[in-house]
């Protein structure tokens, strides 16, 4: 695993976020500050898990996203918030931890 980001739930509009349809959220691009912190709101009608939605998280890239999730309580399945990246979240000891797995294509070499 290596560290990815930090996600922060926020109600306030932050510059540069991007709305995710399907998620019903906007989110900010970690790379845009030199903290690594994603920027998360959420509509009222989003159906994430509320620990979620209220809590921070980290998020770790993984390899094998699947071998990542063995074991673990899955709180949202995998998903693609984007292409070529897959997502799950899973809880450990009470707190959000997101699990990423980006293609081949977006590593960089």
């Known amino acids: 695993m ?3 980001h930090l996600g922060i739930p926020t ?3 932050q510059p540069g976020e991007v709305y995710l349809v399907h998620l019903r959220m906007h ?3 970690h790379e845009s500050n030199p903290f690594g912190i994603q920027w ?9 898990p509320q620990i979620v ?10 390899d094998d996203l699947n071998a ?6 899955v709180i949202i399945k995998p998903n693609s918030p984007s292409p ?9 000891n009470g707190a959000p931890v997101e699990l990423l797995e980006i293609s081949d294509e ?4």
């Open 40 to 48: 998360m709101r959420f509509d009222s009608d989003c159906t994430l």
């Open 106 to 109: 977006l590593v960089p070499a």
């Open 2 to 4: 290596r560290y990815h």
């Open 11 to 13: 109600t306030v509009v």
């Open 84 to 92: 070529e990246v897959t997502v799950a979240f899973i809880l450990e």
């Open 68 to 73: 990542a999730l063995e074991g673990c309580e």
């Open 27 to 29: 989110v900010t691009d």
């Open 53 to 62: 939605q209220t809590i921070p998280h980290v998020a770790f890239q993984v």
